[in-house]
């Protein structure tokens, strides 16, 4: 039995973009039981060496036919959490919105992580942190002089190490 301050709560995690995957991680860490859909082409009876995968179970659905859209249903009406990353209007669209799975499941909490939100001029696009760096206007300052721009987490030099990260215990 799962243990943790989360421990009975059960996700539902349709595979995408690493948000969602991390979230559940985080989620299993603290005792959740998280169910991962992925789509049936990905899925595989060898284990995944994805970290993010740790501690979930896995189905696959093709969630574009009605009858996986309805086997994906069953899990949502037992489901306390759903973390969703699709694109604005996607699950309205495949019928698993949240309006449809609120009908199933009233108490179902929907958690909905996007680039830039449901609605509004950017929604469309993917939205990463990068592309909010770059937008904020901070991308251009970062890097060496005369280099083009670096994402912070590959600034040339700036994590340079002499001693060994880690030393042996006298």
């Not at 060496?49 to 037992?78: C, N, S, W, Y």
Request: charged letters at 25%.
């Amino acid at each position: 039995m799962p243990e943790g301050p989360l421990a009975g709560v059960r996700v539902l995690e349709p595979a995408r973009a690493a948000p969602g995957p991390c979230a559940g991680m985080m989620l299993v860490d603290h005792g959740a039981e998280v169910l991962r859909v992925d789509r049936v082409k990905t899925v595989s009876t060898k284990p995944r060496a994805d970290v993010m995968d740790r501690g979930k179970h896995t189905i696959g659905l093709d969630l574009k036919t009605p009858d996986r859209v309805a086997a994906f249903k069953e899990p949502a009406e037992q489901a306390d959490v759903l973390i969703e990353v699709f694109g604005p209007d996607v699950t309205e669209r495949l019928g698993i919105g949240p309006d449809d799975l609120h009908a199933i499941n009233p108490r179902l909490i929907c958690g909905r992580m996007t680039g830039w939100g449901q609605d509004g001029p950017p929604a469309p696009t993917a939205g990463h942190d990068i592309d909010r760096i770059a937008v904020s206007g901070v991308l251009p300052m970062l890097g060496r002089e005369g280099d083009k721009p670096a994402p912070p987490i590959d600034i040339p030099g700036a994590f340079t190490v002499d001693e060994p990260l880690w030393r042996e215990q006298p």
